[in-house]
T-cell receptor
Framework: DQQVKQNSPSLSVQEGRISILNCDYT??????FLWYKKYPAEGPTFLIS?????DKNEDGRFTVFLNKSAKHLSLHIVPSQPGDSAVYFC?????????????FGQGTELSVKP | DVKVTQSSRYLVKRTGEKVFLECVQD?????MFWYRQDPGLGLRLIYF???????EKGDIPEGYSVSREKKERFSLILESASTNQTSMYLC?????????????FGPGTRLLVL
């Protein structure tokens, strides 16, 4: 049972355009969501997070949107740069999760073409 | 800056060998995690620990064990390595307490079992 799903395994975008990565979840108890970025042969690095009390959080070129009624979140990257090419994972947690456990999606590989 | 280090970047082992993967964090985090990453499957939780000497099974604990004798160190043990344990292994840590917590990852260990 996949509680966090990223239905697009890959996405290709032109440099300078917007990249939109999507993530759906099924557990209504999730109240904290994160996006991570991963380059090959490296560990994931934290990008941006959002609490369920908000519907938007912005950090530079990165914005995360949360639609609780649709159980959907998205990551917008504007403008996209070739260095953004990586695998992006969304993750979710619930307050009751012991030990800060996160549930990860399968990942979306973003390719930004010059 | 949180630093999570893993003992090896690359390992090659033979089927049946006992394998130790070590992880150390320097931020006094209560929670530590071991994941494996495989293409198309995202990050899957093997084991986690929310305190010294405490351990909890994740989603795929079979064939693995863990040890946490000190707060900063979390070891993953493959008792008898098998070819289906060839994967990228990622260690992470996060602060304790209630609410959503960001996990910080090490660089990963790519394990090949022949």
């Amino acid at each position: 049972d996949q509680q966090v799903k990223q239905n697009s395994p890959s996405l290709s975008v032109q440099e300078g355009r917007i990249s939109i990565l999507n993530c759906d979840y099924t557990n209504s108890m999730f109240d904290y969501f994160l996006w991570y970025k991963k380059y090959p042969a490296e560990g994931p690095t934290f990008l941006i997070s959002i609490s369920s009390i908000k519907d938007k959080n912005e950090d530079g070129r990165f914005t995360v949107f949360l639609n609780k009624s649709a159980k959907h979140l998205s990551l917008h990257i504007v403008p996209s740069q070739p260095g953004d090419s990586a695998v992006y994972f969304c993750a979710a947690s619930a307050r009751y999760n012991q030990g800060g456990k996160l549930i990860f999606g399968q990942g979306t590989e973003l390719s930004v073409k010059p | 800056d949180v630093k999570v280090t893993q003992s090896s970047r690359y390992l090659v082992k033979r089927t049946g060998e006992k394998v130790f993967l070590e992880c150390v964090q320097d931020m006094d985090h209560e929670n530590m995690f071991w994941y494996r990453q495989d293409p198309g499957l995202g990050l899957r939780l093997i084991y986690f620990s929310y305190d010294v000497k405490m351990k909890e099974k994740g989603d795929i604990p079979e064939g693995y064990s863990v040890s946490r004798e000190k707060k900063e160190r979390f070891s993953l043990i493959l008792e008898s390595a098998s070819t289906n344990q060839t994967s990228m292994y990622l260690c992470a840590s996060s602060p304790g307490g209630a609410g959503g917590k960001t996990q910080y990852f090490g660089p990963g260990t790519r394990l090949l079992v022949l």
